[in-house]
């Protein structure tokens, strides 16, 4: 007897998928060339706007981290080479995969976990526990929720940025018709509502994830950055 089993994923979520095989891909190939430069001659061309943007992550990142900054830069820059990609997707034709609420929410519990996971690792679970009872016991239940519903936020408020912009280039396709709609795709709403307001709505969330990562770690250097 055989069992056969359908999938009717969400375009978000087909959407997703492909992302990260095309972040996965990317990752593989700037890696090698990386590995096969001479460390003593310059870079130049696409990897040297590689190496610079990347350096520059590091640089930001070791502000809230400190001498701990290689512990969580890995899992930072890939939530960001992730909401990079994703938020951009339509300009090769796919969904935006955070304005589908189900691949939001999932997001928002990857975060969760990362704070949380990271937050008991670095702390451990009694000091953790203190953390979140100070500066009074009493307030243990508030630190809770708002350790719970952070995160969530975030990714809401990414589902909501990104959904409104879908829904703003949609209102205006409708309103100026095919051959309206074809010159502001390609000259003005594409380079706005996915370059631009993508690329913003990536590095917000970011950065935010940054520094609440930071403040569950409690790492050296988030006072003075």
Same mark, same amino acid.
């Given at each position: 007897m055989m069992i056969e089993l359908t999938y009717d994923f969400s375009p978000g979520f087909k959407a997703s998928i492909v992302v990260t095989l095309i972040i996965i891909v990317l990752s593989i190939v700037v890696g090698r060339r990386i590995e096969k430069k001479d460390p003593t001659?310059?870079?130049k061309g696409p990897l040297f706007v590689?190496?610079?943007v990347f350096d520059m992550l590091n640089s930001f990142i070791k502000q809230f981290y400190g001498e701990e900054w290689r512990r969580f830069a890995p899992i930072l820059i890939a939530v960001l080479m992730f909401l990079v990609f994703a938020n951009t997707a339509t300009l090769i034709g796919l969904e935006t995969?955070?304005?589908?609420?189900s691949v939001? =929410?999932? @997001?928002? &519990? =990857?975060? @969760?976990? &990362? =704070?949380?996971?990271s937050g008991l690792i670095v702390r451990r679970p009694l000091q953790r526990f203190k953390d979140l009872s100070s500066?009074?016991?009493?307030?243990?239940p508030v630190n809770v929720i708002s350790e719970i519903s952070t995160?969530?936020?975030?990714?809401?408020?990414?589902?909501?940025n990104l959904l409104s912009g879908s829904v703003i280039a949609a209102i205006i396709f409708n309103l100026l018709g095919s051959f309206g709609s074809l010159i502001a795709t390609a000259g003005i709403l594409h380079p706005i509502f996915n370059l631009g307001f993508g690329l913003i709505q990536a590095f917000v969330y970011f950065m935010l994830l940054t520094i609440f990562l930071a403040m569950s770690v409690e790492a050296e250097g988030v006072s003075d950055s």
């Open positions: 001659a310059p870079i590689v190496v610079m995969p955070l304005a589908s609420f939001a =929410i999932t @997001f928002s &519990i =990857i975060a @969760f976990l &990362i =704070i949380q996971v500066p009074s016991v009493l307030l243990l995160p969530f936020a975030m990714g809401l408020r990414l589902f909501g």
